[in-house]
């Protein structure tokens, strides 16, 4: 075992699993959504701290961790559609910015 690291960020670099996150933070799992999920999980995370308007401390990283779980918890990945792919799958797409107001190829 580690000794303990000065800053939330030391810690965090430590991690290298969506368990290991989970179990960081104390947020009880079900082990079977986060095997199916786990890459989506993530994704979804990353996405509530990009969304934040200020440097996460260890109380927020912990509330959208356990967020982006309960998004999976009951639902699934097609549902939710982190990915692109699933995006493209329910009709949603992204234009570039650089795109608009060009002409057709």
Do not use: C
């Not at 999980?41 to 990283?61: G, T």
């Amino acid at each position: 075992m580690h000794a303990p690291s000065p800053t939330l960020a030391d810690d965090l670099a430590e991690l290298e699993t969506i368990e290991d996150f989970l179990a960081y933070f104390g947020i009880p799992y079900e082990r079977s959504v986060v095997q199916i999920n786990r890459l989506h999980i993530l994704q979804r995370f990353h996405d509530y701290l990009r969304s934040a308007d200020e440097p996460p401390v260890y109380e927020q990283w912990h509330e959208r961790l356990a967020r982006a779980y309960d998004d999976y918890l009951n639902s699934d990945a097609i549902t939710q559609g982190v990915f692109r792919v699933f995006k493209r799958a329910r009709g949603i797409s992204t234009v570039q910015l650089s795109d608009i107001g060009r002409a057709p190829r």
